[in-house]
């Protein structure tokens, strides 16, 4: 699962942010990997595993394999945003299309490797060559005998993005280093840096810090000899976002013995930064009573992730190099062919027989029912809200102190009240403009912590959308059959051996097979790869391990099982004849006449089980009673005269035979 990716339209970024079928401006992100290649950074850990010496990675090493799993994933899933990798600390320098000896001596040991754009799939695979070609890394990755200025590291990026993201609404720079004290003997280079990173921030680029420490060499990151001065607590695109900040990110160790650890640890890192928290309803009215108003915003915390296709190509006759294709729909007139404009077009709808049109304006005061608004109009119990009532993902808001000053304040005693008393708020919901209201319910969420440190759910407010009674459907009449004390207890014991690790799921570890595989396909064709055969799929269960944890109590369980039912059956088995089997005889059945769909009779000029003539279907026409007749004879009748297979629904089998008769008279 991802984060929202949708938010108002802002005036400031016109130009890079695209309108979606909602309504909402679709965030482009930017994002720049900064990593670390000093000496220490390029350091292998001690200690190796025997078995795949070749598997220990650097640091450095292990941050550039997570840059390429990023451009992987993004490449697919976000095609419109831009990455990039600069390397500092290197002996070579070179930056944007400069070749180490003219554009990039301005940033000494500044090594632009991948620069800020829509990565292609020649970027994966130089990038995927360069992490597994250790001959080719060792020539790029020589760490400079100088350290590298951190305010030339930083200004550099800010080069980059306002030369290629000057308007994209989210700027980001990962940092990936274990040097947590540059510059010690210089005050004046720290001070510098602090400026080149205040800059960054009010360009509006967020700097997110991914430190590494060295157990094995007894060194520990410390944020407070530098990185305070120059990581700052809030996002600069939306100050508001309940995200968690960077100082939550835990150290990565480099002390694993095949680098394993390490590239998970950044990885994990990296993917909770991938997606950024955008406000999908912005500045929302939250009314708790008469007279009192607070703002809020409304975020999608998790989204299911889905296929999407994000453009049509064709291949030209004359060539063989796909394009793009523009498309483009005109209006026709089915009796002239001409041309129809929008302004000639109105909606109607049917009514009474009646057809009833609408212009645009007018169904847009028809579909008003107000300005967007979250109304309190009760509160309950949360006891009171059953477990089925939920439509659609549910909505986390959290306070906006741009519209009303106080909101946090307001809004913090609401939550806490709420949580404690273990109520629930009853409001009427409007999200946006013509948008239909709904009735939700308004439940407060604590906060939730990975065993890790990292939070995982922010603490506020849930918007969880109640179904009104149409929505509603009773459950079929089953008749069911309680079990006994016994059995309920043994599979208890069943339930209890097949309990999660901390009894906790973690959707993380399970990912989408499907959707893994439709993007693996993918990667392959583009990169050039070898299609695999198979998908990895993490959710199938691991029956061996199920087997000899459970497997002797689902035995028992089901001796259990069996032996209630035969004693249920010989209780309730009175009245009811045993064949010589033990088999139960059915009941008999309905009389004929009680059936719900009647044939034609072969009295009134049917052909009996071969099913209706003509004659009678004609009959049945003449008085309008073709519904009482069988699909099956309905597909049968308009195979035989040559009017396609039919088929279709019912009541298109209907409107082509009312057709074929109507034809027919005409006719004659």
Same mark, same amino acid.
């Not at 480099?254 to 991938?274: P, Y």
């Not at 809004?411 to 404690?420: D, E, G, P, R, T």
């Not at 009779?601 to 099913?611: I, N, T, Y």
């Given at each position: 699962m991802a984060d929202s990716d949708y938010r108002k339209p802002d005036e400031d970024d016109e130009e890079d942010d695209e309108i979606d079928e909602t309504g909402y401006k679709t965030i482009k992100d930017a994002v720049l990997f900064a990593i670390d290649a000093s000496a220490s950074m390029l350091t292998r850990p001690t200690e190796v595993d025997p078995k795949k010496p070749d598997t220990a990675l650097s640091p450095t090493v292990a941050a550039l394999k997570c840059a390429y799993a990023l451009?992987?994933?993004?490449?697919?899933?976000?095609?419109?945003?831009?990455? %990039?990798?600069?390397? $500092?600390?290197? =002996?070579?320098?070179? $930056?944007?299309? &400069?070749?180490?000896?003219?554009?990039? @001596?301005?940033? #000494?040991?500044c090594y632009l490797l991948t620069d800020l754009d829509v990565p292609a799939a020649v970027d994966v695979k130089n990038l995927r060559n360069l992490v597994e070609d250790e001959e080719e890394s060792k020539e790029l990755l020589q760490a400079s005998e100088t350290e590298v200025s951190m305010a030339n590291v930083l200004f550099c990026a800010n080069q980059i993005f306002t030369t290629k993201a000057p308007n994209f609404s989210s700027r980001r720079l990962f940092l990936v280093t274990d040097n947590d004290y540059p510059h010690a003997s210089s005050r004046d280079a720290r001070n510098s840096a602090a400026v080149r990173a205040k800059d960054l921030y009010d360009l509006g680029v967020t700097i997110e810090l991914f430190p590494i420490s060295h157990p094995d060499r007894g060194h520990t990151f410390d944020r407070s000899k530098f990185y305070n001065d120059i990581i700052y607590s809030n996002t600069p695109a939306d100050p508001d976002a309940p995200a968690p900040l960077t100082a939550d990110i835990k150290p990565a160790s480099s002390t694993a013995k095949d680098g394993i650890s390490l590239l998970q640890s950044l990885l994990t890192s990296v993917n909770s930064r991938a997606a950024p928290r955008r406000a999908l309803v912005s500045n929302l009215p939250f009314e708790i009573g008469p007279g009192l108003k607070i703002s809020v915003r409304a975020y999608i915390i998790? /989204?299911?992730? =889905?296929?999407?296709?994000? !453009?049509?190509?064709?291949?030209?006759?004359?060539?063989?190099?796909?394009?793009?294709?523009?498309?483009?729909?005109?209006?026709?007139?089915?009796?002239? *062919?001409?041309?129809?404009?929008?302004?000639?077009?109105?909606? *109607? $709808?049917?009514?009474?027989? =009646?057809?009833?049109?609408? !212009?645009?304006?007018?169904?847009?005061?028809?579909?008003?029912?107000?300005?967007?608004?979250?109304r309190i109009i009760g509160f309950k119990p949360q006891s009171m809200l059953p477990v089925w009532a939920n439509l659609k993902p549910a909505t986390f808001i959290y306070p906006s102190e741009e519209e009303y000053i106080g909101s946090t304040r307001v809004f913090s005693a609401l939550y806490q009240k709420l949580l404690s008393s273990k109520k629930m708020g009853l409001a009427w919901f409007i999200p946006r403009r013509n948008a239909a209201p709904v009735l939700a319910a308004i439940l407060p969420g604590a906060e939730r912590i990975h065993p890790d440190g990292a939070q995982s759910? #922010?603490?506020g407010l849930w918007i969880k959308p109640l179904a009104f009674a149409d929505d509603i459907r009773q459950p079929p009449d089953v008749h069911h059959i309680p079990a006994p004390d016994e059995v309920v207890d043994s599979m208890r014991t069943v339930i209890q051996q097949l309990q999660l690790p901390r009894g906790v799921y973690d959707p993380i570890k399970y990912p989408n097979p499907s959707l893994q595989w439709f993007y693996r396909i993918l990667q392959a064709l583009a990169l050039e790869e070898d299609v695999p055969e198979k998908a990895v799929d993490l959710t199938l269960p691991k029956y061996r391990q199920i087997d000899k944890r459970a497997g002797p109590y689902v035995v028992e369980w089901g001796e259990k099982l069996d032996a209630a039912f035969l004693a249920w059956k010989q209780q309730n088995s009175a009245g009811q004849k045993v064949t010589s089997t033990g088999?139960?005889?059915?009941?008999?059945? +309905?009389?004929? !006449?009680?059936?719900?769909?009647?044939?034609?009779? +072969? =009295?009134?000029?049917?052909?009996?089980?071969? &099913? #209706?003539?003509?004659?009678? $279907?004609?009959? *049945?026409?003449?008085?309008?009673?073709?519904?009482? @007749?069988?699909? /099956?004879?309905?597909?049968?009748? @308009?195979?035989?005269? %040559? @009017? %396609? /297979? &039919?088929v279709g629904k019912k009541d298109d089998l209907v409107d082509a035979v009312t057709r074929y008769f109507e034809t027919k008279m005409d006719i004659g």
């Amino acid at each position: 699962m991802a984060d929202s990716d949708y938010r108002k339209p802002d005036e400031d970024d016109e130009e890079d942010d695209e309108i979606d079928e909602t309504g909402y401006k679709t965030i482009k992100d930017a994002v720049l990997f900064a990593i670390d290649a000093s000496a220490s950074m390029l350091t292998r850990p001690t200690e190796v595993d025997p078995k795949k010496p070749d598997t220990a990675l650097s640091p450095t090493v292990a941050a550039l394999k997570c840059a390429y799993a990023l451009m992987q994933q993004r490449i697919i899933s976000n095609p419109s945003d831009m990455m %990039g990798i600069l390397l $500092f600390g290197t =002996e070579k320098s070179r $930056f944007q299309d &400069g070749d180490g000896t003219g554009p990039g @001596l301005q940033y #000494p040991h500044c090594y632009l490797l991948t620069d800020l754009d829509v990565p292609a799939a020649v970027d994966v695979k130089n990038l995927r060559n360069l992490v597994e070609d250790e001959e080719e890394s060792k020539e790029l990755l020589q760490a400079s005998e100088t350290e590298v200025s951190m305010a030339n590291v930083l200004f550099c990026a800010n080069q980059i993005f306002t030369t290629k993201a000057p308007n994209f609404s989210s700027r980001r720079l990962f940092l990936v280093t274990d040097n947590d004290y540059p510059h010690a003997s210089s005050r004046d280079a720290r001070n510098s840096a602090a400026v080149r990173a205040k800059d960054l921030y009010d360009l509006g680029v967020t700097i997110e810090l991914f430190p590494i420490s060295h157990p094995d060499r007894g060194h520990t990151f410390d944020r407070s000899k530098f990185y305070n001065d120059i990581i700052y607590s809030n996002t600069p695109a939306d100050p508001d976002a309940p995200a968690p900040l960077t100082a939550d990110i835990k150290p990565a160790s480099s002390t694993a013995k095949d680098g394993i650890s390490l590239l998970q640890s950044l990885l994990t890192s990296v993917n909770s930064r991938a997606a950024p928290r955008r406000a999908l309803v912005s500045n929302l009215p939250f009314e708790i009573g008469p007279g009192l108003k607070i703002s809020v915003r409304a975020y999608i915390i998790l /989204k299911r992730q =889905e296929p999407k296709r994000t !453009s049509y190509i064709y291949l030209p006759p004359d060539s063989e190099k796909a394009q793009i294709a523009v498309h483009s729909s005109t209006l026709m007139a089915d009796d002239t *062919a001409r041309t129809v404009e929008k302004v000639e077009v109105r909606k *109607a $709808f049917k009514f009474g027989g =009646e057809t009833i049109s609408f !212009s645009q304006e007018e169904l847009s005061k028809i579909k008003n029912y107000g300005d967007p608004v979250l109304r309190i109009i009760g509160f309950k119990p949360q006891s009171m809200l059953p477990v089925w009532a939920n439509l659609k993902p549910a909505t986390f808001i959290y306070p906006s102190e741009e519209e009303y000053i106080g909101s946090t304040r307001v809004f913090s005693a609401l939550y806490q009240k709420l949580l404690s008393s273990k109520k629930m708020g009853l409001a009427w919901f409007i999200p946006r403009r013509n948008a239909a209201p709904v009735l939700a319910a308004i439940l407060p969420g604590a906060e939730r912590i990975h065993p890790d440190g990292a939070q995982s759910v #922010p603490a506020g407010l849930w918007i969880k959308p109640l179904a009104f009674a149409d929505d509603i459907r009773q459950p079929p009449d089953v008749h069911h059959i309680p079990a006994p004390d016994e059995v309920v207890d043994s599979m208890r014991t069943v339930i209890q051996q097949l309990q999660l690790p901390r009894g906790v799921y973690d959707p993380i570890k399970y990912p989408n097979p499907s959707l893994q595989w439709f993007y693996r396909i993918l990667q392959a064709l583009a990169l050039e790869e070898d299609v695999p055969e198979k998908a990895v799929d993490l959710t199938l269960p691991k029956y061996r391990q199920i087997d000899k944890r459970a497997g002797p109590y689902v035995v028992e369980w089901g001796e259990k099982l069996d032996a209630a039912f035969l004693a249920w059956k010989q209780q309730n088995s009175a009245g009811q004849k045993v064949t010589s089997t033990g088999a139960t005889k059915r009941a008999a059945k +309905a009389p004929a !006449s009680q059936a719900a769909g009647k044939k034609i009779k +072969a =009295e009134d000029g049917g052909d009996g089980d071969d &099913g #209706p003539s003509e004659a009678d $279907f004609r009959s *049945a026409y003449e008085k309008d009673a073709l519904k009482k @007749l069988t699909v /099956k004879d309905l597909k049968t009748f @308009l195979h035989g005269k %040559g @009017l %396609g /297979k &039919g088929v279709g629904k019912k009541d298109d089998l209907v409107d082509a035979v009312t057709r074929y008769f109507e034809t027919k008279m005409d006719i004659g």
